[in-house]
């Protein structure tokens, strides 16, 4: 719902702050939105003596909030749109609501629109009228549409004409991007979407996995580890999805950041969790000279849902632990992303993942036989008898003594190895 939002309006009440909820669409108003003003609503419930020094206080607090976010620096107007609650008599006039509507009048703005690219829509409202049919009621994310047109319900696999449009009560003939339009089809049940997508036929998949590129929610407490489930929002659905979380190789942590698109040329290294800061991974999170964390500048996962999604493709995804207590004042907004590649194959675990070159990091340890010169010792305790040797010959070894050597080949039939130091 927030990516058909163009100004948020973050309403707080006054007496408790920011609380969980507020929180969480901060978050996602970030994620989503470009600009905002808060409203700050319940003044009425301030003492009258202590109400102006209370607004200041809160505002200092808001502002404070939102140093450090893209909102900074937003109005913050002070309200109370119903004095008494709902039981007072209508004639308590609202307080401070006609200055909010100078304020979202001064904040209004014309955004960019696009009508090109595939017509994309997301329905929030499904009913019939009689003698007419089914009326799709909601906002275009992407492309236009005209009178005529064909439209795919994905959901259904069914595809109808526009038979009729309307924006605000008038009829019209072309809509486009950002436009608020209700779409008239004939001979379809309305019961059989209350909401959903409607787009260009063909243009959505349906997919059962994908990789996204993604980014930690820093108000996240907690590890995101792979394995874990999430609540995943993607399209017009929250489905149950598994992880798996990949970065570059460490010595490509610091390459160019692909915002649209995964290269499957390359090699990936697996993650126990998502690394960060405070993660816990510290074999894969190397220390530099100055003793600094080194973090990828890009970090991937692999979504496995529990049952497929229908979405467009560079889709925003976010992921969520909605199953954590509302009251427990923690976000429950783990990650957000972008979808890169989508999976429609059911069997993608043999028809795709085999593209996905991801490795997992291994220590072996073995055990120094005997030194057979200044530059070489024998080594054991690290292959069975019956490995091939010749597949590891070049790989890095490093002794307790300090030294690091390579691993030069066979030695005998034993297991047993030659270390070159060089």
Request: hydrophobic share 35%; charged share 25%; with cysteine.
């Amino acid at each position: 719902g927030a990516q058909i939002i163009d100004l948020m309006m973050l309403v707080i009440d006054v007496t408790k702050g920011m609380q969980t909820q507020s929180a969480e669409c901060l978050v996602i108003g970030q994620i989503a939105c470009q600009k905002m003003v808060v409203v700050l609503n319940k003044i009425d419930l301030l003492p009258e003596g202590k109400r102006q020094s209370a607004i200041e206080k809160m505002t200092k607090k808001m502002q404070k909030t939102l140093e450090n976010t893209k909102f900074c620096g937003c109005p913050i107007v002070a309200v109370a749109a119903k004095p008494g609650g709902p039981e007072a008599p209508e004639s308590e006039n609202p307080l401070g609501v006609s200055e909010l509507i100078e304020v979202l009048k001064s904040q209004a703005y014309l955004p960019s629109r696009d009508p090109s690219g595939h017509f994309l829509m997301a329905v929030d409202h499904c009913f019939s009228i009689k003698g007419q049919g089914t009326v799709m009621t909601g906002t275009i994310l992407s492309g236009c549409v005209s009178l005529g047109d064909s439209v795919e319900i994905p959901a259904l696999k069914v595809t109808k004409k526009v038979k009729s449009m309307q924006m605000f009560h008038t009829p019209v003939t072309y809509a486009m991007q950002g436009d608020r339009v209700g779409i008239c089809v004939t001979q379809f049940d309305p019961k059989l979407l209350e909401r959903g997508l409607i787009c260009t036929p063909e243009s959505l998949h349906t997919i059962h996995a994908a990789i996204i590129s993604l980014k930690k929610i820093q108000y996240f407490r907690g590890a995101l580890h792979t394995k874990a489930k999430f609540h995943i929002t993607v399209g017009h659905e929250t489905v149950m999805g598994r992880v798996m979380f990949f970065s570059p190789a460490p010595a490509d942590f610091n390459e160019e950041i692909q915002e649209d698109v995964f290269d499957f040329e390359k090699d990936y290294l697996y993650q126990e969790e998502y690394l960060s800061k405070d993660s816990n991974s510290s074999e894969e999170n190397k220390e530099n000279d100055q003793g600094e964390v080194q973090l990828p500048r890009q970090q991937w996962a692999l979504l496995e849902f529990e049952k497929p999604v229908t979405c467009p493709k560079l889709c925003l995804v976010i992921g969520s632990k909605l199953d954590t207590d509302i009251h427990a004042n923690t976000c429950r907004l783990a990650f957000h992303g972008v979808l890169l590649q989508g999976m429609e194959d059911k069997n993608y675990m043999e028809t795709f993942l085999p593209k996905l070159k991801v490795y997992k990091l291994k220590h072996k340890e073995g055990q120094v036989e005997r030194v057979m010169d200044d530059y070489s010792v024998i080594g054991r305790s690290l292959f069975k008898k019956e490995t091939n040797i010749q597949i590891f010959v070049g790989l890095k070894v490093k002794l307790s003594t300090g030294e690091d050597g390579i691993i030069d080949g066979g030695f005998g039939q034993s297991g047993k190895f030659k270390i070159r130091i060089p």
